[in-house]
């Protein structure tokens, strides 16, 4: 980033491929829209752009980019007064357990199944749990760009896993 | 012993944590191939590179400012350069050129008067020597026969025809004007169509100055012929009445008292014409008809009197040009000759007047320099009363003062 800033310009390009596609899954899980995601997206990048000139390194620039995302996936959440639609409708929705044939266990089903269920998540634990998993963050990363303490994380977190044990308890 | 003792909670997110919990890697699995849509890379990294291009233009470098102020100044020097190299602007820019030439002129002639009266006293003395040269050109003649005053009489004649260029436009305004004048005043008694006689020359040697005025007069070199005027109108040398008050009526003329002896004997009899009217005291005496009938009176005394005054200016313009100016004040209905010449004369001061201050001073200038101070003083008061922010060189301050 502090390339870019002294006009690199090669220097976004490669920050870009790198964060780009978790980024994107950060602000897919969270709207479960893939145009509404898109656009998100771009605006999350253009604030990069505009904002690199002021830009300091007092954080990761990881930290930065994820809490701009955060932001806009909330102010999406007070526009679209969320969460309403927690599944999307282009996932099939999992069927309860004992209506699914023995087939229905093989390996994309579950996988389905897995981003349903975190699409299932409440929003700060789909959101701690996203930027832990697309992120890579720590507990402190998380609660600063969540703009939530260490402990909070920490709870939202625990709920988090404890509902997607629950969740695929039978697929993992 | 301290992972027993861990709630079964921690234990699962310190497992998440490491990457090493079961549902972090069914997500990570299910998630792997979710990827941005590339059309939204082209537009950000564009977008990336305008910024940073943006910012590299806008950024100032530090030579910039000096730059400019370094380019200003060549350019500004340039322009006066090429402001002072043109001759029309310097002589506009010092308009008394002439005149300082003209004083140049004077100086040098009044030191070879100088060096060729110690050279000729020292010729008498050892009149076996060859005579010293009276000036550059005076030598070869004193071998070549010609006598000393002789060549000196040359030489003057020389730095009269100098002085001569620069007065003759003036001298030629002049004649105009003492021409149109005519007949009307004293100072200008002499008809138009006599010629200006030729000034004197001085002799050559200094000791046998010939006329009176030689004791009064600095010995530049060259004495020249008073006017007609002067001889004819030894009133004009007169000291100078008190400034006359300025009346957006009447113009802005002073009161001449030489010019008509009926004029000056009102103007002695019944000094009180020439205050304002409003500062005239109330005359007991008189009754209401016979205040207002001299006022009127004199009021066309003094029409007369600038009628003379404006032709004495020097007018510019031909005299049968339109009035554009004239006074409210009914003319004595006795000499209509009179009210035409001095409609005439009006317009003509008008004319006048329209030239810039330069003109004006260098007129009155020339004025002193020839010895009319009576028109001199009426010029510059008209001009002070035309020109009332106008800052007067030293010499007519002085020269204002000394009238006043």
């Known amino acids: 980033m502090q390339r870019y800033q002294r006009g690199d310009a090669a220097a976004f390009e490669q ?33 990069v752009v505009k904002s690199a000139a002021a830009w300091e390194p007092r954080a990761k620039f990881t930290t930065w980019l994820y809490r701009l995302a955060h932001n806009r996936l ?21 069927a309860p ?21 975190v699409q299932g998540l409440p929003v700060e634990q789909r959101e701690a749990f996203l930027l832990k998993e697309e992120g890579g963050m720590s507990l402190e990363e998380i609660g600063t760009a969540t703009g939530v303490g260490r402990e909070t994380v920490k709870s939202r977190l625990r709920y988090a896993l404890a509902k997607l044990r629950q969740e695929l308890g039978d697929v993992l | 012993m301290s992972s027993e003792r861990k709630m079964p909670d921690d234990k699962e997110l310190e497992d998440f944590l490491a ?28 977008a990336a590179r305008d910024a940073v291009r943006v910012r590299r233009v806008t950024r100032r470098p530090r030579w910039v400012q000096p730059v400019a102020v370094a380019a200003t100044l060549a350019v500004s020097l340039g322009v006066l350069m090429n402001l002072w190299r043109d001759p029309a602007t310097r002589q506009q820019m010092a308009p008394t050129a002439a005149e300082s030439e003209l004083e140049r002129a004077k100086q040098a002639s009044l030191k070879e008067e100088a060096d060729t009266a110690l050279s000729e006293s020292k010729a008498e003395e050892t009149p076996a020597v060859a005579p010293a040269p009276a000036s550059r050109d005076a030598a070869p003649r004193a071998q070549a026969g010609v006598p000393a005053g002789a060549a000196l009489a040359d030489e003057v004649d020389r730095r009269e025809d100098f002085e001569h260029s620069f007065r003759r436009p003036l001298e030629d305004t002049e004649k105009k004007s003492k021409a149109f004048a005519g007949t009307q005043s004293e100072v200008l008694a002499a008809p138009p169509g006599v010629p200006r006689p030729e000034p004197r020359r001085d002799p050559a040697k200094p000791g046998t100055e010939a006329g009176p005025e030689s004791s009064t007069r600095p010995s530049t070199g060259f004495v020249p012929e008073p006017p007609p005027a002067m001889k004819a109108a030894p009133a004009a040398a007169a000291p100078p009445p008190p400034p006359f008050p300025t009346t957006p ?90 009210q035409q010449e001095s409609r005439e004369a009006d317009s003509a001061e008008d004319s006048f007047a329209t030239a810039p201050p330069d003109v004006w001073i260098r007129r009155i200038r020339d004025l002193r320099e020839r010895g009319e101070e009576k028109s001199a003083r009426d010029l510059l008061n008209s001009f002070r009363s035309r020109y009332p922010d106008y800052v007067l060189p030293q010499d007519l301050r002085a020269f204002l003062v000394e009238a006043r």
Request: net charge negative; hydrophobic share 35%.
């Open chain 1, 15 to 47: 920050m870009y491929r790198r964060h780009r596609d978790p980024v994107f899954r950060y602000l897919l899980r969270g709207c479960s829209n893939r145009e509404r995601a898109a656009e998100l997206f771009q605006d999350v990048w253009m604030s």
């Open chain 1, 74 to 94: 909330i102010d999406d959440y007070r526009l679209a007064r969320l969460p309403t639609e927690s599944i999307d409708d282009e996932l099939p929705v999992a």
């Open chain 2, 249 to 338: 009526g009447l113009g802005a003329q002073p009161p001449s008292n030489s010019v008509e002896p009926s004029t000056a004997g009102a103007g002695a009899a019944r000094p009180e014409v020439y205050d304002r009217m409003d500062d005239v005291p109330p005359a007991a005496a008189k009754d209401d008809r016979q205040q207002t009938h001299d006022k009127l009176e004199a009021m066309a005394k003094e029409r007369s009197r600038r009628d003379v005054d404006g032709a004495a200016i020097g007018s510019m313009s031909a005299p049968s040009a339109p009035a554009s100016r004239s006074a409210p004040v009914m003319p004595p209905p006795a000499d209509k000759a009179v």
């Open chain 1, 97 to 117: 357990e004992h209506e699914q044939p023995e087939a229905a266990v093989c390996g994309a089903q579950r996988l389905r199944r897995v981003l349903v269920a």
């Open chain 2, 19 to 46: 990457g090493l919990h079961p549902v972090s890697k069914a997500y990570n699995e299910a998630s792997k191939d979710e990827c941005a849509p590339p059309e939204l890379d082209a537009a950000i990294l564009s």
